[in-house]
């Protein structure tokens, strides 16, 4: 492994920390003032077109795309792109200044691996322009979604037609303005061996039968613009050239989808960490108690070291990840995908905490960001897999191979 970065990868980051600089940092009061008036509800910060222009223009654009697609994409390799959503992620709504953002990357990815010509005309085209943006629609309420293979919404053949019925909640940027579509996980043939009953489909937003059951909060926010909803789905009606793949193959597009995912949540935990960090260490520099500075209380520095070592930890562990994607591609670096999904927001999560404390009340206020990253990697150990299941199936592995290994006699 040689984890030094290559020419390509030092000239983005110093391009992307510098727009970071000049466009992102200094735009984050403006929009976060922005995003949380209930006058705004639903709406998008007025400053981000521009800033996305800005970007696009300064080919920061795409970064994600982990391989050349036309014109569209630098075509940088996971191990290349990792310490890029590092940046992105010390302030979370930035990727989409550069066209980074999920859900749309994963459906971005989707519909460059498995869609049809005339559906990445239709829709990939505009996304990677970042004209219009997605929704990724699979949990639901009724069943205990992180088994997809519970999951109900019946995709019945109609005519020419698909008809979808059933209930979705935790549907993440379905309230954007710029949301037009949506990509649906359901059932196409229930008697269908378990793997095989599942299929994608792509449904315009605005298709009648959809309706919003209410909106979700996490921790309390509403996380407008994208939001999280709660959907029903009656007689919703599309055309068959929208299935993806082909019916059953539904497993196979999630599993596609949720490798290079799960690795960008990782590194923009990995970012925010850092950033708890630096803004940490600033605070208890500059005020006192009981006499001395709070940076020279033993138990802070601690606190400091703890946190770099394991922000390192975790860096190390996700290139790790990121490399073995490029060498052997994400089914066989699952062991790694799994590891580094446990690891990263945990960590972050628990480097937030202390830095919240740090801070006395102001930690869990939103002058700093450092709340809002806390609850980030909190509900980014729920979402894209539990915790829970990614070690179920790491464990598994692990002790087949670790049996394996021992088979001519234990050494
Ligand atoms: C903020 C947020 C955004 C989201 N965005 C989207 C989105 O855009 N689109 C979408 O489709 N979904 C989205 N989700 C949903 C998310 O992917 C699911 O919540 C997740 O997959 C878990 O499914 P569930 O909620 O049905 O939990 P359940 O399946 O009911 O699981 C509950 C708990 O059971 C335990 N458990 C489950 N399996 C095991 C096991 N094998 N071993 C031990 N314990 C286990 C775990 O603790 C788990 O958390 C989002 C969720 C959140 C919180």
Known sequence: ???????????????????????????????????????????????????????????????????????????????????????????PWSSEVFNCSAPDTGNMEVLAKYGSPAQQAQWLTPLLEGKIRSAYVMTEPQVASSDATNLEMSIVADGDDYVLNGRKWWISNFMHPATTLLLVMGKTDFDAPRHAQHSTIIVPRDTPGITVVRHQRVFGSLNSPGGECELRFDNVRVPKENLILGEGRGFEIAQGRLGPGRIHHCMRSIGQAQRALEIMARRVDSRVAFGKKIADQSSIRQDVAKGFCEVEMARLLTLKAADRMDKVGNKDARDLIAAIKVVAPRMAQEVCDRAIQAHGGMGVSDDTPIAEFFTINRFVRIADGPDEVHMSQLGKQKIREYVAMNEGGPR
């Open 1 to 91: 492994m040689d984890f030094d970065y290559s020419g390509k990868t030092r000239d983005l980051i110093a391009r992307l920390d510098a727009f970071m600089d000049a466009h992102v940092y200094p735009a984050e009061d403006a929009r976060h003032d922005f995003v949380i008036d209930p006058a705004n509800l639903w709406q998008e910060w007025p400053g981000l077109a521009a800033l996305k222009d800005a970007a696009r223009t300064a080919g920061l654009w795409n970064l994600f795309l982990p391989h050349e697609y036309g014109a569209f994409s630098p075509g940088l390799t996971n191990l290349e792109y990792a310490p890029l959503a590092e940046i992105m992620g010390r302030v």
